[in-house]
T-cell receptor, first 116, second 115 residues
């Protein structure tokens, strides 16, 4: 069984400040890792993903995340946030094996609130 | 590439009524997924299709729920005898067979409110 924990339900931050959104996962198999962003009343947009290789992955809108296997973490970071980054952010995992569970398992989300 | 589309975007119904949602995946994506998202929570997996075959169903998919993908293209999700607890956002996603099959692309969702 897989599980994803996003410890912070809300993260308030001032504009142009750095931010880190935390994600920890638990799985008995190797996983792919994803961050999605959801704006109000919209679907999910892929920010970035870790499949293999370099543990530091860069995504859209200036976001990056680092995979730490020993800590089973995949924290999302941005050095300077904008008002437009205000949204809900979801961390998710799926099995590496194509014969495994194909569905994504999501965390409960972190609401990033950027204040002027 | 027009992305995943879902219709309707919003649905209000009375308890006990049946509702049906439609999802059109990205063209040539043969994998299609349905998720449900309740307020303040992350999406939860409901079911998965590869072409027209429904290969996985979650325990969340009660007997009142049925999903189809008859020609391996669009999919429908029907909820019979709706209950207030069915109120949620229903999300559809698709992914290709290979070359990026691990990445799911989501539609805008259908928000259901059961009165």
């Amino acid at each position: 069984a897989q599980s994803v924990t996003q410890l912070d339900s809300q993260v308030p931050v001032f504009e142009e400040a750095p931010v880190e959104l935390r994600c920890n996962y638990s799985s008995s198999v190797s996983v792919y890792l994803f961050w999605y962003v959801q704006y109000p009343n919209q679907g999910l947009q892929l920010l970035l993903k870790y499949l293999s290789g370099s543990t530091l992955v860069k995504g859209i809108n200036g976001f990056e995340a680092e995979f730490n296997k020993s800590q089973t973490s995949f924290h999302l970071r941005k050095p300077s946030v904008h008002i437009s980054d205000t949204a809900e952010y979801f961390c998710a995992v799926s099995d590496v094996q194509d014969t495994g569970r194909r569905a994504l398992t999501f965390g409960s989300g972190t609401r990033l609130q950027v204040q002027p | 590439d027009t992305g995943v589309s879902q219709n309707p975007r919003h649905k209000i119904t009375k308890r006990g009524q049946n509702v049906t949602f439609r999802c059109d995946p990205i063209s040539e994506h043969n994998r299609l997924y349905w998720y449900r998202q309740t307020l303040g929570q992350g999406p939860e997996f409901l079911t998965y299709f590869q072409n027209e075959a429904q290969l996985e169903k979650s325990r969340l998919l009660s007997d009142r729920f049925s999903a189809e993908r008859p020609k391996g293209s669009f999919s429908t999700l029907e909820i019979q005898r709706t209950e207030q607890g069915d109120s949620a956002m229903y999300l559809c996603a698709s992914s290709p067979q290979s070359g990026g099959r691990e990445t799911q692309y989501f539609g805008p969702g259908t928000r259901l409110l059961v009165l």
